[in-house]
């Protein structure tokens, strides 16, 4: 298949080396072009522009983290809704608004194309290989076009139905209750070092009991080990996305208060100078509250 990639980030390049290596023909473009180099060494193509990229490829993926990133990409002059051909699809799998990821919708329809949501479950290793989750939400058609790239890239593809928003809403609320339990693990840790408790303790009780999930065995452990500069998801992307989260709950008139406390965690973390921290980093600001540091 001739497939685009725009965003060769930390997430975006184990995603499109994963496209490379299963036989597609791969056209690759970043902002700044030395992020390419790793993917044409092995065989991609570098496009010169997102025009470019848009006019090989019939299926175009985004990995970008900010909303204005996708926005501008496909919206600018020469972006992909004025240079993908009709027909082709967007498959954006970053974690966007609600109301992004409707406003592209509408503009890639009134183009002739194809707008499917595909956001992604995992840190940069499960996307180097190929074990990310997957949440896809998009026209039936168009998502089976797209059902290869997917099981390339991960490890089960969860179908959300035919609107792109519906993948977005389940991304985002996935984040929502990671962030809860993030705070919650700060919480309990906080609690038993007051008592003297040696943190490693309360990790194997909770991984060995009630909580034996990825999230408490990574996120947990690193609390544990205070390897906060191992970075996998970093505070300023989680405030990004908890405020997607804020947003589409005031859409959606939901009351989130668990939510909440997340958020103003996340704020106190970067008020603190740990916004480029992984979000594991919240146990050491659930401390600082406790007075522990």
Known sequence: MKVGFVGLGRMGQGMARRLLDAGHDLWVFDQFASQAAPLTAAGAHAAASVAELAGRSDVVVTMLVEDS???DVALKPRGLCESLAKGAIHLVMGTHGVAV???LETRHREAGQTLVAAPVLGRPDLAASGQLGIVVGGPADAVARC????????RRI????AKPESAT???????????????AMAEGFSL???YDVTPQVFQDVMTEGLFAATAYKVY???MVDESYDQVGSPIHVGLKDANLIAAAADLARVPMPSHNVYRDRLLGAVAHGDGDRDQAVLGREQARAAGLE
């Open 192 to 194: 038993v070092r007051k």
């Open 220 to 222: 947990g452990q690193k």
């Open 158 to 161: 969860f179908a959300a139905g």
């Open 169 to 183: 809403a389940i991304k985002l609320a996935n984040n929502a209750v990671l962030g809860c339990a993030m705070v």
């Open 147 to 154: 059902n290869e790239l997917l099981q390339s890239m991960g």
């Open 101 to 103: 990821v409707r406003q």
């Open 69 to 71: 990133a996708v926005m």
